[in-house]
């Protein structure tokens, strides 16, 4: 596959995105490397394949802050509202739910849901390289998926993420980039916003992100 021809990802941040570009381009050409990824929507060619990554917009909100506004290593018992209410944090939020719609029904187009790739833990892609594997027309094999799930070890990623420290920085000048940053991967295990927000503001949280929750078709 010529670069012309590989796919994109087109996302909102904090949506497993940037393990996506890695998985796919082991996918499509044998070897480490990452597609284009773009945090909008992308209309240059219309036959290229589009990968959009959507997740739980509480868990999205959740780790945005985390990592972008508050620039913390973990984060539990959320008790104030307001970091949901950040017009950073909402302008994400607003832009999943904008690329969701844009791609839903466009031919070319994938929607993948974060929750249905890393259920419990990180780290083993045997699931998602299935189904990127059919909707890229590509064999799957076992050898690729074990490729991938060396390349791609979490211990190996989150030993990258811990040593870069911050968010601001990152590892794409090395040469062993993975593209992510400082602090990128909060644990091995898939957390859930219900484990970090405090019983108090649960109601409020839900209300204020009912429209999105729905639109994107979780559960309140």
């Known amino acids: 596959m010529n670069k012309s021809e590989l796919p994109i990802v087109a996302s909102a941040k904090r949506t497993g995105s940037t393990i996506l570009q890695n998985i796919v381009h082991i996918i499509c050409t044998g070897d480490k490397g990452l597609i284009q990824k773009f945090h909008g ?116 990623i989150k030993k990258v993420t811990d040593e870069l420290g911050t968010f601001k920085s990152n590892d794409s000048n090395l040469e062993s980039s993975f593209c992510v940053h400082g602090n990128h991967i909060e644990s091995k295990s898939v957390l859930s916003w219900r484990d970090r927000v405090n019983d108090s503001i649960v109601d409020e949280l839900n209300q204020l992100y009912k429209l999105v929750i729905l639109e994107l078709g979780y559960k309140i």
């Open 41 to 156: 929507v992308h209309k240059a060619n219309p036959n290229v394949k589009v990968i959009v990554p959507i997740r739980d917009p509480r868990d999205t909100a959740i780790s945005f802050y985390r990592t972008i506004l508050a620039n913390q290593k973990t984060i539990n018992n959320i008790t104030n509202i307001s970091v949901f209410k950040d017009p950073t944090n909402f302008n994400n939020i607003h832009n999943m739910v904008q690329l969701y719609n844009f791609y839903k029904n466009r031919p070319n187009s994938l929607i993948i849901r974060y929750e249905d790739v890393y259920s419990h833990e990180l780290g083993n892609y045997d699931k998602i390289v299935n189904i990127l594997c059919k909707f890229l027309e590509i064999e799957n094999t076992q050898e690729l998926n074990d490729k991938i799930n060396h390349i791609l070890s979490i211990d190996k």
